[in-house]
T-cell receptor, first 113, second 113 residues
Framework: GENVEQHPSTLSVQEGDSAVIKCTYSDSASNYFPWYKQELGKRPQLIIDIRSNVGEKKDQRIAVTLNKTAKHFSLHITETQPEDSAVYFC????????????FGAGTRLAVHP | ETGVTQSPTHLIKTRGQQVTLRCSSQSGHNTVSWYQQALGQGPQFIFQYYREEENGRGNFPPRFSGLQFPNYSSELNVNALELDDSALYLCASSPLLGAETQYFGPGTRLLVL
């Protein structure tokens, strides 16, 4: 079935370092890959997304890369700050013709001052 | 901050009871999806509504049902509650049926005792 695997489950970095979160999807027909940030007790917020016709997308300190052949996509955060601490979820859009997102299990990122 | 709202914010029920959760989508959004997020996991797709009809469903039993109203607001109903139904229930709206981006509401945290 459709599946998204996400690694690592927890990530601890020092302020200013970079953080990388990796995901693998199973449905080769998936064409849309969003990343959500969820702070404790709050809603998931879309931080960046990428479509299958693009290999890389950047927005200030955040970038996402996509390797369609390997069915991998990754989130890169540079110059991390304490306010980046949250749970990050990757997702892929199902090819089933409606807006079903399949989420990874999440990565808890802690940025230490 | 998105315009998706949900009510109530928290709810406690006992096993076997029924519950109704409500969602008001962002202005102009006609597609609503519901997700269940168990503690420490990523959201799981329950179903999607478009023009007052269900047009996609995840692996949830029939006791999970929904409605969408002409103003695009939506309800999630769960009958015969089980302990495992304890979770955060999120709704997400999209501007169009085929639009990829989904905006999440703050969720309703349901505890089943």
């Amino acid at each position: 079935g459709e599946n998204v695997e996400q690694h690592p489950s927890t990530l601890s970095v020092q302020e200013g370092d970079s953080a990388v979160i990796k995901c693998t999807y199973s449905d080769s027909a998936s064409n849309y890959f969003p990343w959500y940030k969820q702070e404790l007790g709050k809603r998931p917020q879309l931080i960046i997304d990428i479509r299958s016709n693009v290999g890389e997308k950047k927005d200030q300190r955040i970038a996402v890369t996509l390797n369609k052949t390997a069915k991998h996509f990754s989130l890169h955060i540079t110059e991390t700050q304490p306010e980046d601490s949250a749970v990050y979820f990757c997702a892929s859009r199902s090819s089933g013709g409606y807006n079903k997102l399949i989420f990874g299990a999440g990565t808890r990122l802690a940025v230490h001052p | 901050e998105t315009g998706v709202t949900q009510s109530p914010t928290h709810l406690i029920k006992t096993r076997g009871q029924q519950v109704t959760l409500r969602c008001s989508s962002q202005s102009g959004h006609n597609t609503v999806s519901w997700y269940q997020q168990a503690l420490g996991q990523g959201p799981q797709f329950i179903f999607q509504y478009y023009r007052e009809e269900e047009n996609g469903r995840g692996n949830f039993p029939p006791r999970f049902s929904g409605l969408q109203f002409p103003n695009y607001s939506s309800e999630l109903n769960v009958n015969a509650l089980e302990l495992d139904d304890s979770a955060l229930y999120l709704c997400a709206s999209s501007p169009l049926l085929g639009a990829e981006t989904q905006y999440f509401g703050p969720g309703t945290r349901l505890l089943v005792l």
